[in-house]
């Protein structure tokens, strides 16, 4: 996500990445190594492309992650540095391929990470967009408040998966968000890098 540009020029990989992070030494060291700028122009016209080629896609995995760093380095596991793509930039990325699936009418699995009230407002302008009510949305990783649960169930038709994994820093008891998704049942999720022991990890689910 964070190599895609909205510019309406291609920028270099040092214009395109100081306009999204700080210029410290640790965006400097990583320069070298981060995959150079494309246009989110073409990333669009190739998923509408691949959504023409398939009529059974789905848009996914798509979404919303404050917890996501960049590496440090390109090997697997590597250590993380301290720079995370900004909510905006991740915003107007995901709302763009939303788009491109709703003019196909596709299904859309969608993650929101520590980000409960950016994805709240991205779904908030979804429920004014045409043909939002035709699709499917497969929300998980969400560790909104009982009151954002609510919200969320007066949109699309909705498989709502609740984090009890203290991983998502949700401050709002387990035993308040469950009662409100409706045809619950659970299953083990661990929505990790690396996963760890978790006391009560697992999700909720609950089509709304």
């Known amino acids: 996500m964070h190599s895609l540009s909205t510019s309406k020029e291609l920028p270099s990989p040092e214009e395109h990445y100081t306009t999204l992070f700080p210029a ?28 023409e ?8 995995e798509i979404g919303l992650d404050k917890s ?5 380095t390109t ?3 590597g250590p993380l ?3 995370s793509t900004p909510i905006r930039h991740q915003v107007e990325v995901v709302e763009a391929q939303i788009d491109v699936a ?3 009418g596709r299904n859309i699995s969608l993650h929101s990470v520590r980000a409960p009230k950016d994805t709240l407002e991205l779904l908030d302008r979804c429920k004014r967009k045409d043909r939002w009510g035709e699709i499917n949305i497969c929300l998980h990783s969400f560790g909104g408040s009982p009151e954002s649960i609510r919200d969320i169930q007066k949109g699309a038709s909705f498989l709502l998966q ?11 008891s387990t035993s308040q968000r469950l009662p409100l998704v409706r045809h619950g049942h659970h299953r083990p999720f661990a929505p990790l890098r690396r996963p760890r022991p978790c006391g009560s990890q697992g999700s ?5």
């Open 102 to 104: 709703l003019r196909f």
């Open 53 to 60: 080629l398939n009529p059974r896609a789905m848009l996914g």
């Open 162 to 172: 609740i984090d009890l994994c203290p991983a998502n820093r949700c401050s709002t």
């Open 24 to 51: 410290t030494p640790t965006l400097a060291s990583l320069l070298p190594i981060l995959p150079p700028p494309t246009f989110l122009a073409d990333f669009l016209a190739t998923l509408a492309t691949n959504f």
């Open 81 to 83: 540095s301290d720079l």
């Open 75 to 77: 090997e697997p596991r």
């Open 68 to 72: 996501f760093h960049l590496p440090r």
């Open 204 to 208: 909720a689910f609950g089509r709304v």
